[in-house]
């Protein structure tokens, strides 16, 4: 039985680098950029064996990004296309 489940994880300088892509390559707003951000701030903070983001902490986030910000903040399914092959490429 493996004690450590979750696997790869997406770490700060990750997650930075593929916000930057999300930018310059597939033309994200400031705003949207912040609330990817801010989507995933609270997993890639925590310390210890669980500091980074997890594919089942990112699948969540993408679930909460779909349910609360889906057409609110001009995000639309190409948009959860980028995110995911972007951070996609972390995990």
């Known amino acids: 039985m493996a004690f450590f489940a979750d696997g790869n994880r997406i770490s700060q300088h990750e997650f930075h680098k593929a916000l930057y892509d999300l930018k310059e390559s597939a033309g994200f707003s400031d705003h949207q950029i912040n609330k990817v951000r801010s989507t995933f701030g609270g ?33 639309d399914n190409s948009h959860f296309d980028h995110i995911e092959k972007t951070f996609g490429r972390y995990l």
């Open 43 to 75: 997993d890639l903070e925590e310390g210890g064996f669980g500091k980074g983001i997890s594919q089942h902490e990112f699948k969540k986030g993408i679930e909460r990004l779909k349910e609360e910000h889906m057409g609110e903040h001009r995000f």
